[in-house]
């Protein structure tokens, strides 16, 4: 069973920015948010991108009291789909899906994955370019990132 791919708005708005949205194509061929993600987004997304919302609201509701709505409701999507896998850069919003059993990963974990699985060379100008936004990554991770890489 292939995994479904859940992404937060920061994932898209960070991707959108650098230029890089493709990439998340090139390894997922589709990705899934939710109409309030899009919402946030605020912009046309690609066909390949997928809006599918939870049905349970509850659960948006409950994990809205401690992350954003656009993170609750991915949470709350990737509850009720058994092999799913989160984009999240928030430290609570990792946490919450840590607590609730879920896999996830971020932005960076994306592009280091595209890196191992030959779609881009050179890991340092796409790091290059997330640190001309206002995304922060601090020196150890970056020098860490560019270690491994």
Do not use: H
Not at 51 to 69: G, R
Not at 81 to 110: P, V
Not at 118 to 125: Q, Y
């Amino acid at each position: 069973m292939q995994t479904l791919i859940i992404s937060d708005t920061a994932c898209l708005i960070l991707f959108d920015k650098i230029g890089e949205f493709e990439i998340l194509r090139k390894l997922f061929q589709t990705v899934t948010i939710t109409s309030i993600i899009a919402e946030e987004f605020k912009k046309q997304t690609p066909d390949w991108v997928i809006i599918k919302d939870p049905q349970n609201t509850d659960n948006v509701v409950n994990y809205s009291k401690i992350v954003d709505q656009g993170e609750a409701s991915a949470l709350a999507l990737s509850i009720e789909i058994e092999n799913s896998l989160l984009i999240f850069d928030d430290l609570k919003a990792r946490k919450l899906a840590e607590e609730l059993n879920l896999k996830y990963t971020g932005s960076i974990g994306i592009l280091v994955l595209a890196k191992r699985r030959g779609l881009i060379e050179d890991i340092d100008e796409l790091i290059a370019k997330i640190q001309a936004t206002n995304f922060r990554l601090t020196k150890v991770f970056i020098e860490k990132l560019k270690e491994e890489n």
